[in-house]
């Protein structure tokens, strides 16, 4: 039952980072800034996911705190991305 365990976790690390690979590669050549952004909210939410992936790995809660907060700061500066893109301004 274990070994089933350490598959899975070790499927999902390497299934979360090649989402990371990809949300780089969009980021990169994304043709527009929606895009960009777009991937930039998957990547935070990815790292968000590699922390959780670790913490259940190493049996550490630092990493589900680290994960909180990657959540936060990528929640806000999503929001603050977004709000760039409609005004081209994030303080009034």
Known sequence: MIAILELSIIYAFVCVLLAMLFCTVRLVIGPSAHDRALALDTLWMCAML????LGIRFRSEVYFEVAMLV???GFVSTIAIAKFLMRGEVIE
């Open 50 to 53: 590699l922390a959780l992936v």
């Open 71 to 73: 959540a936060l700061l």
